[in-house]
C-alpha cells in the first residue's frame, strides 16, 4: 500500500495494526555508459514496493536523490549533501513517529546513503537516550544488494565484474523494470579494482568529482553491466524481495 495513495483515515486504520512502514531510499546519479541515472532509486523503490506489496506494510514517499557529490562530473547527477541528507532523514522520522510509527525501515538504493543515515539514527536515539524527546522508534536501514539470497545469486552470476559500482546486477533490475530503456554496454570490463582501493573507498567513500571522472572516465568502478540482462534483473529482484520480507518481518518481531 502506497502512503501517497491512501488517505488519512486509511493511515490511522493501518497504524491500528501495524507501527511499521517501509521508506525507499535512492540516488540520482551516472550509472555508466549505459545505466539509467535513476538506477539507485529505481531499484530501492521496486524492492520497496514489492516488499511492502507482499508483507501487507505502508511505503512511504521515496527519498531520491542522496549523497553522491562524487559523481558531479557526469551531466545529470544530482546529490544532496550528507547535512541535507541527514536532516531530511530525521524529518522523515520525527514526522512518522508523531503519528505512532515506531518501526521505519530504510530500503536503500545507494552505498553512499548509508553512512549520513547511520549518524541520522543516532542522533534521532540520542533524542531519547538525553531525556529531550519521549518515544519507541526503532530504525534500519538496509542496501538490497546486502540481503543474504540476493547477495549470493549476485556473486554467482556476476563475480568480481559486479564491481562496486554500475553493477551489472543493479542495471538488470532497470533492464527488468523498464524495457528498451537500457542500452548498450561497453564489450570490455573496466578496470579491475585493486585491495587497497576497495579498503580506502568501501561505502562510496570517494574523492571529489573531478578525481573521481579522471579515475572512471566512463562511470563504471570495476564493474561490467554488459553482463546484465532483463531476464537476471527479474530474478535478482524477486530474490531481493523475498529476502526484503523476512528482513523487515524480523525488523518488526525484534524486541
Ligand atoms: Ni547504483
Not at 508483507?55 to 562524487?70: D, T, Y
Not at 547477495?151 to 523498464?178: C, K, N, W, Y
Not at 567513500?205 to 532483463?230: C, I, K, Q, W
Amino acid at each position: 500500500v502506497k502512503l501517497a495513495l491512501s488517505t488519512w483515515k486509511e493511515v490511522e486504520a493501518y497504524l491500528a495494526r501495524s507501527k511499521g512502514i517501509v521508506v525507499p531510499l535512492g540516488s540520482t546519479e551516472q550509472h555508466g555508459p549505459n545505466g539509467l541515472i535513476g538506477t539507485d532509486a529505481l531499484c530501492a523503490t521496486a524492492v520497496a514496493e514489492g516488499l511492502a506489496e507482499r508483507a501487507g506494510a505502508l511505503v512511504a514517499p521515496g527519498i531520491a536523490v542522496g549523497a553522491a557529490q562524487f559523481n558531479l562530473g557526469f551531466a545529470g547527477t544530482i546529490s544532496a549533501r550528507a547535512t541535507t541528507l541527514i536532516a531530511l532523514i530525521e524529518d522523515y522520522v520525527h514526522s512518522l513517529a508523531r503519528h505512532g510509527f515506531e518501526r521505519i525501515y530504510f530500503m536503500n538504493g545507494h552505498g553512499g546513503n548509508v553512512a549520513p543515515a547511520k549518524a541520522a539514527f543516532q542522533d534521532l536515539y540520542s533524542e531519547y537516550s538525553l531525556g529531550r524527546a519521549q518515544g519507541r522508534v526503532r530504525l534500519r536501514i538496509r542496501n538490497w544488494w546486502d540481503l543474504p539470497n540476493v547477495d549470493r545469486l549476485r556473486r554467482e552470476l556476476f563475480g568480481d565484474a559486479e564491481g562496486m559500482h554500475a553493477t551489472p546486477s543493479e542495471v538488470a533490475i532497470t533492464q527488468a523494470l523498464f524495457p528498451g530503456a537500457v542500452g548498450e554496454a561497453p564489450r570490455e570490463p573496466a578496470r579491475k579494482l585493486t585491495p587497497e582501493f576497495l579498503r580506502d573507498h568501501a561505502g562510496d567513500n570517494h574523492y571529489d568529482a573531478a578525481t573521481h571522472r579522471h579515475e572512471f572516465p566512463d562511470g563504471r568502478v570495476g564493474s561490467h553491466p554488459m553482463l546484465a540482462n532483463a531476464q537476471l534483473g527479474a530474478r535478482l529482484l524477486e530474490s531481493a524481495i523475498a529476502d526484503a520480507v523476512a528482513d523487515y518481518k524480523s525488523f518488526l518481531e525484534e524486541k
